[in-house]
């Protein structure tokens, strides 16, 4: 059973930089398909980024150019590195397991996540 158990959220002024990690216990499988997605109260769950041994990575249009989705497989670790941060990237960040990863799309349907990170961004 993969368990996955996220840590790295906090509280940054706008245009600084977090790195979320999740260690993902028990995901050993020759090919992977990793990812995050993000909520904000009173909105839906949204798409972060995923990263596939297959198809590589996707991103969602909003975060393009300033997060990078990684992974250090001797750790058993999957990043998120999240720079030039804006309030709007407020949110609950939660690491996860896409059904599928795209290769010129981003999935927004995940089979199970962690407990979540809080990310907290002012202006």
């Known amino acids: 059973q993969v368990q996955l158990v996220e840590s790295g959220g906090g509280s940054v002024q706008a245009g600084g930089s977090l790195t979320l990690s999740c260690i993902t216990h028990?995901?050993?499988?020759?090919?992977?398909?990793l990812g995050w997605f993000r909520q904000a109260p009173g909105k839906e769950r949204e798409g972060v980024a995923t990263l596939a041994s297959s198809v590589g990575t996707s991103y969602a249009d909003s975060v393009k150019g300033r997060f990078t989705i990684s992974r250090d497989k001797a750790k058993n670790t999957l990043y998120l590195q999240m720079n030039s941060l804006k309030p709007e990237d407020t949110a609950m960040y939660y690491c996860a397991l896409p059904t599928v990863c795209y290769s010129d799309r981003l999935e927004t349907s995940f089979d199970s996540w962690g407990q979540g990170t809080q990310v907290t961004v002012s202006s």
């Open positions: 028990g995901y050993t499988y020759p090919t992977y398909c």
